[in-house]
């Protein structure tokens, strides 16, 4: 009788690894978590692309719920989503940008060709705020909360649906 | 002796060209045991970029910022510990080759040694339960019936 169960604990056991192991597979490797997520805004000193005499640190974003999204001049999906910042923008949302690893000459030039939905931009040409973000690579878009508080990651290119399926909803979330 | 020059010369130039193409810059340690620490912490944390690839053979710019961060650590003399910290805080888990013993990754290393238990005591139950029963023995109206069996076998 033992011998019976012992038998048929085999396949189940064999079923439970294959179907653990299959749900592995679906998933996007490239995916995570940022690790800032539920945690404050990390503390900075910086001035802003357009106003080198000007200094903000992470008080610029407590008050209001903001989107703050990393771009440098050098990223061609920065570019592509620009229309749909534009357009967060236009939504009455309040969004930072952190213009990251760049130089202001080419920051400005790509301010003035694609647009500015950005209230303020940090300046970060050395990827220091970058860095103590986690961005490996932009475009990235963190949502912060008025409180400060880290409380949504996209990482790469924002699409007009994720603008619509995630982020718009996430905004509201927080609002 | 001028030759020897041109050599030494030659070897120099195509160490900096292998060099200059790994994209891996050369720091200067006046400790052999922090360079030692160097190398081991750079080797132990995984690009967040490039998925499977050590910062310290990777060319993404993440991978150079990641290795002057951990140099520039070294040098404020924090430990090992509060470096790894450090890193994880910024980029998460997926840093690491090995992750840490914690809640969530108990699963992840007892797993394996929990199989190899369990494959032991498999084996001693089988070993066990054959011994016993090819050491039991026979009883008396049973040794009679496989008398008569093997007679009949043979009388036919």
Partial sequence: ?????????????????????????????SHRDSALM??????????????????????????EVTLVNVWGEWCPACKQEMPQLLELADNGIRM???????????????????????????????????????????????????????????KGYVSPEHVRERILPEVEKWR | ??????????????????????????????????????????????CPLCENQAIDDSDAPISGDMRERVYLLLQDGQSDIEIINHMVQRFGDYILYNPRLENRTYLLWGLPIGLVILGVVVVV????????????????????????????????
């Fill in chain 1, 1 to 29: 009788m033992t011998r019976r169960l012992l038998l048929l604990l085999l396949p189940i056991g064999f079923l439970g690894i294959a179907l653990f192991l299959y749900q592995g597979l679906g998933r996007d490797p």
């Fill in chain 1, 38 to 63: 539920a945690r404050d805004f990390p503390a900075f000193d910086a001035t802003t692309l357009r106003d080198e005499n000007r200094q903000v640190d992470q008080t610029l974003f407590t008050g």
């Fill in chain 1, 96 to 154: 930072v940008g952190i213009n990251y690893r760049d130089t202001r000459e080419k920051g400005l030039e790509f301010l003035s060709e694609f647009g500015d939905p950005f209230e303020v931009n940090v300046f970060d040409p050395d990827g220091s705020l970058g860095f103590d973000l986690g961005v490996y690579g932009a475009p990235e878009t963190f949502l912060v909360d008025a409180e400060g508080v880290i409380r949504y990651h996209h």
């Fill in chain 2, 1 to 46: 002796m001028a030759l020897m020059r041109w050599m030494f010369i030659a070897l120099l130039l195509t160490l900096a060209g292998s060099a200059l193409a790994a994209g891996i810059e050369i720091r200067e340690f006046d400790d052999p045991v922090m360079e030692q620490r160097y190398r081991d912490l750079t080797a132990s944390m995984r």
């Fill in chain 2, 125 to 156: 139950l089988m070993v066990r339960a054959r011994r016993n029963a090819s050491a039991k023995a026979l009883s008396a109206e049973e040794r009679a019936r496989l008398d008569a069996l093997i007679n009949r076998e043979r009388s036919s």
